[in-house]
């Protein structure tokens, strides 16, 4: 009981981001968003976005370096970490939109999108839908273009009503078991830093305490499947008039996004570029974030962003 109390109580941010987070209320959605926001006011923005089971301290290596010469907003999507969790459906137009509501309510008109998995299929699909608002897009191993369906066998169970949820509870009986459900996104999770791997164990016990992300995970996760099936129609013909600077990051070891769907984006698109990030899984910007900065930092100056 100790523990579960424990992991009840709110989620603390990684300790170089203490200080940065703010939370705004975005009147249209009726939801409060959590953002980490870094950098001068002035400078060209950057939106950063986490994937499905995340939050924004994802990118807690990459936000100081890039706040040197950018605006670094990180946000937790609506019904994720310390954003509002309101009892709705949690569509991807549901959070395209929040996305782009809390640009607007921070005066940002144009911004480079960078998401790390369903991060990436929401910029992606926020890039095709209003190329406007996208200065630069970075596809962090994910992708609105699938042309290889993602084939995760964890995910897949997740996605089955009432076993989704029982797997869901056997979590909060067991801490360990937990954390072990996070390897599938690293390659070598046991690799990384204590301090690394202390804050992880830490962080998904608490998500699987918070009946507010449950809802809003599941929910997700369900609407996103069929959604992401629908947008593949016509879509690499869309992507052959997207002409936004984009870099598709994938780890050489993820077993979610596919190197055959990077050189996909590659081929569809006119002005994307691939960077592999050898050694590492899914979330590359956590594994490697030296190598991961220093590809993105090369992309940022080869496309003057």
Do not use: C
């Not at 995340?54 to 370096?65: F, G, H, L």
């Not at 997740?158 to 949820?165: D, F, K, S, T, V």
């Not at 691939?274 to 496309?303: C, K, M, S, Y």
Request: zero cysteines; hydrophobic letters at 40%.
């Amino acid at each position: 009981m100790a523990e579960s109390n424990t992991y009840r109580t709110p989620m603390t941010p990684w300790p170089a981001l203490e200080g940065t987070g703010k939370t705004v209320h975005l009147d249209e959605q009726d939801v409060d968003i959590f953002y980490f926001e870094a950098g001068s006011p002035t400078a060209p923005a950057i939106v950063m976005v986490h994937g499905l089971g995340d939050e924004a301290d994802t990118w807690r290596y990459a936000i100081p370096p890039l706040a040197e010469d950018h605006r670094v907003i990180a946000l937790d999507l609506p019904g994720f970490g310390r954003s509002g969790h309101p009892k709705r459906a949690y569509t991807p137009e549901f959070h395209q939109t929040a996305i782009l509501d809390l640009m607007d309510q921070l005066g940002i008109d144009r911004a480079i999108l960078m998401g790390s998995s369903l991060g990436a299929i929401l910029t992606h699909s926020i890039a095709v839908d209003h190329p406007d608002r996208v200065s630069g897009l970075v596809l962090a191993d994910g992708a609105l273009y699938q042309p290889i369906q993602m084939d995760d066998k964890g995910l897949q169970l997740m996605a089955i009503p009432l076993l989704g949820e029982l797997i869901y509870t056997f979590y909060r009986l067991n801490p360990d078991s937990a954390y072990d459900s996070l390897r599938p996104v690293y390659h070598d999770l046991d690799s990384l830093p204590k301090v690394d791997r202390d804050f992880l164990y830490r962080r998904v016990n608490k998500r699987v305490w918070s009946n507010g992300q449950r809802r809003a995970y599941f929910s997700t996760l369900r609407k996103l499947i069929p959604w992401v099936k629908e947008r593949q129609e016509n879509l690499p013909a869309k992507l052959q008039t997207l002409l936004t600077s984009t870099l598709v990051v994938r780890g050489e070891f993820d077993t979610l996004f596919s190197a055959e769907n990077a050189e996909a984006i590659q081929e569809a698109q006119p002005k994307a570029a691939v960077l592999t990030i050898d050694g590492v899984g899914h979330l590359p910007q956590q594994e490697a974030p030296d190598a991961f900065n220093a590809g993105l930092r090369a992309w940022l100056n080869r496309v003057n962003l």
